[in-house]
């Protein structure tokens, strides 16, 4: 068998193969610690479903999703990736109300170890939260186009003359009524009769 010599002595062939694997397996165990052990971003959008009272409705645009900016090790990271985080604060005691809403690291609960949150977007959030009402609404016809030459639209009937609508407190109280799908009387001469639905 082939022998090296070295300043330490003889060294077979077979054992320095074996130097080699060992160093080898050592430097990739050292360069894939490296790599878990690297802080790294992740952007998340986070789901914002608020718990509300039945009867209630929120009247604001508000966001679906909360973005969060985590850094930390990347194989926690990537197992955070991995995990279904929804934001539920609990309103349902809230009535007929404008409620501030913080979101921060603490709406997410608890976060794996070595997991930080650098930026949450949007942060701060107002919601309107109202009563849903009902109340009956005038119901008032709509034309389009225009009679015949000499005829004019001199009286309507609608049947039923109300209806009931339900929504929220604030904008029923605005409405003074609604209006029906519209019906066409361009060059009419006498009257027309039909059904329509009515646009809310």
Request: glycine letters at 6%; hydrophobic letters at 45%; aromatic letters at 6%.
């Amino acid at each position: 068998m082939k022998r090296h010599l070295s300043e330490r002595g003889v060294i077979t062939f077979g054992e320095s193969l074996a130097l080699k694997a060992v160093s080898l397996l050592l430097a990739l165990i050292l360069w894939l610690t490296f790599l878990g052990l690297r802080r790294e971003e992740l952007k998340r959008n986070i789901k914002f479903a608020p718990l509300i009272a039945p009867g209630m409705i929120i009247t604001n645009k508000i966001p679906m999703n909360i973005q969060f900016t985590f850094t930390g090790p990347r194989h926690i990271l990537f197992e955070l990736e991995k995990k279904n985080h929804v934001i539920r604060p609990d309103l349902r005691r809230i009535r007929d109300s404008i409620v501030p809403i913080a979101i921060s690291a603490d709406s997410l609960g608890e976060l794996p170890k070595g997991i930080r949150v650098t930026e949450v977007s949007p942060a701060n959030l107002q919601l309107r939260i109202e009563d849903i009402v009902e109340a009956f609404i005038t119901v008032k016809p709509s034309f389009v186009g225009n009679p015949a030459e000499g005829y004019t639209v001199s009286s309507y009937r609608v049947i039923p003359s109300k209806i009931a609508v339900s929504g929220p407190k604030s904008l029923l109280q605005s409405l003074d009524h609604v209006l029906t799908e519209a019906f066409d009387i361009q060059d009419l001469k006498g009257s027309i009769e039909g059904a329509a639905a009515v646009e809310v």
